[in-house]
């Protein structure tokens, strides 16, 4: 059951998600530039320290800082749960891990285990300080909506993507400790990607397409479903794994795969269903990100039942392609065309609203430069997945992937200095 309406009466000022939005675009501005740095070679293996550092700016620097930012806002406004402090949270939150992520990247590049360390120390209280803000808020939900069990479940699982993660750095920084390095980093990356990710994005979805795309609603046996089914496989699986029954394992494996792909499948009939009829620029970052995740579930299908087709380091490289650049980096793109114009009107029209002439939505981020970037990000992704095969495509598309998060950026940043002048006008007036 979807909330009949949105509570922005709880809406946070938008200083609070703003600062995660305009940070976020330029870690792919610096994955990009690592991409060029490295060359083909980072190519060789997803095991080398380039490819980790690499995986980390996107996912820590890009897609949590939004899916952060994202949830300083969901909360209040759709969950209609307010957030005690949201300024001083945003900042606890958003410094250590801006410079968590950068500590991460450059200890995988050689600083050490010291550098593993300051990683441990910022990104551990950058990550508890949201998890017991967002816990805290969510469990006082009024209303148990499917978006609320989808939150409440990729919050989970974001507690578990964490302490693996922290588990795993912790032992690179100080050691001391047996770990199984390769499962417990197989395992983190499910978590992160299916659990926290995939989710989180699915919560989101139930809102965000029906209201902004004109879509019938989702089925209530897939909305209240999905993420219960999901978390329930992935404790499954994680807990066959760790007792060595691989066979098992792979059959849960499939099973969430399968998941994934009705999950993706569902929402592009929606998608197809849409009843406004006027294009909508934000369309293909949605169906861009839907396609990568059913082709890369379904890659992995192929990868466990067909083990010797093609080379493994290929394959594993264009799963991380598919199920990070297109399908979590695509879809937080789009959303965010949607999020951060209609958070600027929405502060607009309650600062100026019978004072001032407002601008519109359309105005404060037209869709011209929305349209051209996605056309970016899918060549970004085409080449990134060429130069797999054509190690040498990687130079193209790293500078692809640095245009396109440079492009993102700057189309934010216009989005707030149109906000801030409107707001600068009528002071202006006043006076």
Not at 27 to 41: D, K, N, Q, S, T
Not at 158 to 175: D, E, I, K, R
Request: proline share 7%; with cysteine; hydrophobic share 60%.
């Amino acid at each position: 059951m979807n909330p009949p309406g949105l509570s922005y009466d709880q809406a946070p000022p938008f200083s609070v998600p703003l600062r995660f939005f305009l940070t976020a675009p330029w870690f792919l501005v610096l994955a990009a530039a690592l991409l060029l740095w490295e060359g083909p070679g980072i190519i060789a293996s997803r095991w080398l320290p380039a490819t980790l550092a690499l995986t980390h700016l996107v996912v820590l620097g890009f897609m949590a800082q939004v899916m952060l930012g994202a949830l300083s806002q969901i909360l209040p406004v759709v969950v209609g749960v307010s957030i005690a402090y949201p300024r001083w949270i945003a900042t606890l939150v958003h410094v250590p891990l801006t410079l968590g992520t950068l500590a991460l990247a450059s200890a995988f590049l050689g600083s050490g285990p010291v550098g593993f360390q300051i990683a441990v120390g910022l990104l551990g209280f950058s990550f508890s300080a949201a998890l017991i803000a967002f816990h805290r808020a969510l469990w006082q939900a009024p209303v148990v909506t499917d978006t609320v069990i989808a939150l409440r479940c990729a919050l989970g699982a974001l507690l578990v993507t964490v302490a693996l993660g922290l588990l795993l750095s912790g032992y690179f920084g100080w050691g001391g400790f047996s770990l199984p390095i390769l499962q417990v980093t197989n395992l983190h990356a499910a978590w992160g990607l299916v659990g926290w990710t995939a989710l989180l994005v699915a919560g989101v979805a139930y809102q965000v397409v029906p209201m902004f795309q004109i879509t019938p609603l989702y089925p209530a046996w897939l909305s209240r479903g999905f993420a219960p089914v999901v978390m329930a496989l992935l404790i499954i699986g994680t807990a066959l794994i760790l007792s060595n029954w691989p066979l098992a394992a792979t059959v849960t494996g499939a099973a969430l795969a399968v998941t994934l792909i009705t999950f993706a499948a569902r929402t592009l009939l929606l998608l197809h269903q849409r009843r406004r009829k006027i294009g909508d620029p934000t369309l293909v970052y949605w169906r861009v990100s839907l396609i990568s995740l059913t082709m890369g579930a379904a890659g992995w299908l192929l990868t466990r039942w067909m083990p010797g087709w093609p080379p493994k380091p290929a394959v594993e490289w264009l799963l991380g392609i598919l199920l990070i650049v297109g399908f979590p980096v695509a879809v937080i793109n789009g959303m965010l065309y949607k999020i951060v114009p209609f958070l600027a009107w929405f502060h607009l029209q309650a600062h100026l609203l019978g004072r001032a002439k407002l601008p519109h939505i359309k105005q404060l981020l037209p869709e011209t430069p929305i349209r051209r970037q996605g056309w970016a990000l899918l060549i970004t992704l085409l080449l990134l997945s060429t130069a797999v095969l054509y190690p040498l495509f990687l130079y193209p598309a790293a500078l692809a992937l640095g245009i396109t998060g440079g492009w993102l950026g700057v189309n934010l940043w216009r989005t707030a200095q149109r906000y801030r002048q409107a707001l600068a006008n009528n002071a202006a007036l006043d006076q």
